[in-house]
């Protein structure tokens, strides 16, 4: 049985994963609870540390890196720090891959594209914005620690870029927009969609994510990155409330609003978002299979098994 270490391996996707791999692996997470959504995976190893400084297992088979900020808000607070903690736990990972000699799978982020056009593929420009928010902050570190990891020597690497993950546990408190549509749709207030509301998106249910992340492990190639999002399920920001609203029957008003006076000025919306993701499907044999309504159903059917705990 492979032994396989999941760092951030509490949080939304890493949990998901953790889940994925338990019952045909030795599977260990390493996570320091910064923005966990669950406290255990029953069947895993745990180790509450930051893995950068942890104590990890001997005889890794395969590291999955998906530790570190999350969320557009959620990184606000990491302003000026995020890029030597995605260095810092970047080399912590190359370290322990060389030590055992076995491959890793680095979850970067769509945002190193920045602004470009629609949809783009793993060769596209990566093309950073102006200024210097948290948000082109944390695509920079994400840059710079893929650009580190491809170009070491004899280390094995995978890149993964997904597209705008969505479902069940995922936390409203990163700034994430499902979770905060569906909570203001069921109290009644306001579902407050950012100016413009027509920026675009490509939203892809977790548990497909978590699948071609596996398959990069298991058929992914030294080296190479793969997008991961489902383009069939593009639509405004706008387009999402309303489904959103009329699923759950919700009274709401749908209002635009510009989210600098919630957040404050450091907080910055993405420009459209939509993958090219045929690379995986090719060499993987991934392919997405849930829709944007089934997202929209998994997580609904999940808050109220909950009683929307995690709100």
Not at 53 to 75: K, R, S, T
Not at 100 to 107: A, E, G, H, K, S
Not at 159 to 185: C, D, K, T, W, Y
Not at 197 to 208: C, E, I
Request: proline share 5%.
């Amino acid at each position: 049985m492979k032994r396989y270490v999941i760092t951030g391996g509490l949080g939304f996707i890493g949990s998901h994963l953790a889940e994925r791999l338990v019952d045909i692996a030795d599977v260990w997470v390493i996570d320091n609870q910064a923005s966990n959504v669950v406290d255990a995976i029953p069947g895993t190893k745990l180790i509450l540390d930051d893995m950068a400084v942890a104590d990890w297992p001997e005889d890794i088979d395969g590291i999955f890196h998906l530790a570190g900020p999350v969320g557009p808000v959620g990184v606000l607070s990491w302003a000026g720090k995020i890029v030597p903690d995605v260095i810092r736990c970047a080399e912590r990972v190359r370290q322990e891959a060389i030590i055992n000699d076995c491959p890793v799978v680095y979850v970067s982020t769509s945002e190193v594209y920045g602004l470009q056009e629609q949809p783009v593929k793993e060769t596209s420009p990566r093309v950073i914005a102006a200024g210097s928010s948290a948000r082109m902050e944390y695509a920079v570190a994400k840059m710079a620690a893929e650009t580190m990891l491809l170009n070491t020597d004899f280390l094995d690497v995978r890149i993964i870029r997904p597209f705008n993950v969505a479902g069940p546990r995922q936390s409203e408190q990163g700034g994430f927009v499902l979770p905060r549509f569906m909570r203001q749709a069921r109290s009644g207030e306001a579902m407050t969609v950012y100016q413009p509301g027509t920026q675009r998106r490509a939203f892809t249910h977790v548990l497909d994510i978590v699948e071609g992340i596996y398959r990069a492990m298991r058929l992914g190639k030294q080296g190479e990155v793969y997008n991961l999002g489902n383009d069939l399920n593009e639509c405004s920001i706008y387009e999402l409330a309303r489904e959103i609203h009329d699923i759950m029957g919700s009274a709401s008003p749908i209002e635009i609003v510009d989210p600098t006076i919630i957040w404050g000025l450091g907080f910055k919306e993405a420009p459209d978002k939509i993958p090219y993701a045929r690379k995986a499907m090719r060499e993987l044999g991934w392919q997405p299979l849930r829709n944007r309504s089934q997202i929209i159903l998994d997580v609904l059917a999940w808050n109220e098994a909950t009683g929307w705990a995690r709100g």
